[in-house]
Each structure stands twice: as structure tokens, then as C-alpha cells.
């Protein structure tokens, strides 16, 4: 009998969470990701990752690509490809998923780390895709 109930009490909450699940449709798409942007404003993201990456990035002048990152960046348009992406990759599960995330403490903790993160990786790949650039370069130049 303990099976049984146990089976049933399963049972019961697969489905309840089915039922919670959010249908899948471009509008409910739309609004978790306008939800996500509230939590996560892509402004704010990327002014914290250019001033982690213009302190850590050799060879650039990190004033200068703070000028461009402020002055010539359209963020209004990164914006609506991060949206336009999203929508395309993401369930509209999977993007209340990630608001609920992002939202709670250890989201929000996470997201604070982003920036350092983020200056500490782009310099080091930036660096290996220019060596794998001169590496190709050089294996041209040797088949020429």
C-alpha cells in the first residue's frame, strides 16, 4: 500500500507541475524575457564587463574602448538582439527559469561576479584567438 501512495503522490505532482508549466507561445516567450531584462538590464551588464575588460585587456587603451563601449555601442539594438535571440533559443520555461534564477540571492551574487569573470576570460581568449589567427596565417603564407 506505502508503494501505491508513494506512486500516486508522484503521480500528483508531475502533474500539478505540468499544469504550472507556462505554454510555450511567442507572447509568453516575450514577457519572460522582458522580465529577465528588468532583473538582468543589459546596460548595466555590459558597463560592468567593458570596465572589467578595459582594465584587464592587453594592448588596448582602456580609455579608448571605454569611449566606445559608451559613446558608440547602440545598446538599444543590443538590446533587441538579445531579446530577438532569446526568443529564438529559449522556451518560455526556460526564460522564467532563468528570471527566478537571476532574481533570487545566489542569482543576483552570481551576476555581481560577471564582470570580474568576464575580464578575466576575454583577455585570455581574445589572446588565443589571435595566436590561432597567426598560426593559420603562418600555415598560408607556408603553403603559398
Do not use: C, W
Not at 26 to 46: K, T
Not at 49 to 61: F, H
Not at 122 to 131: F, N
Amino acid at each position: 500500500m506505502t508503494k501505491f501512495l508513494t506512486a500516486a503522490l508522484l503521480a500528483t505532482v508531475l502533474l500539478v507541475s505540468e499544469s504550472y508549466a507556462l505554454e510555450d507561445t511567442p507572447e509568453n516567450r516575450m514577457a519572460q524575457i522582458e522580465r529577465y531584462l528588468a532583473i538582468m538590464p543589459p546596460d548595466e551588464m555590459l558597463d560592468e564587463i567593458v570596465e572589467n575588460v578595459a582594465t584587464n585587456m592587453q594592448g588596448v587603451d582602456p580609455d579608448q574602448f571605454r569611449k566606445l563601449m559608451s559613446e558608440y555601442l547602440d545598446v538599444d539594438a543590443y538590446t533587441e538582439i538579445m531579446k530577438a535571440a532569446m526568443a529564438r533559443h529559449f522556451t518560455a520555461n526556460e526564460l522564467e527559469a532563468m528570471a527566478d534564477f537571476y532574481s533570487s540571492p545566489a542569482g543576483k551574487s552570481a551576476m555581481g561576479k560577471m564582470g570580474a569573470y568576464m575580464g578575466d576570460v576575454m583577455p585570455a581568449a581574445l589572446a588565443e584567438v589571435q595566436k590561432a589567427i597567426a598560426r593559420m596565417q603562418a600555415d598560408e603564407a607556408a603553403a603559398d
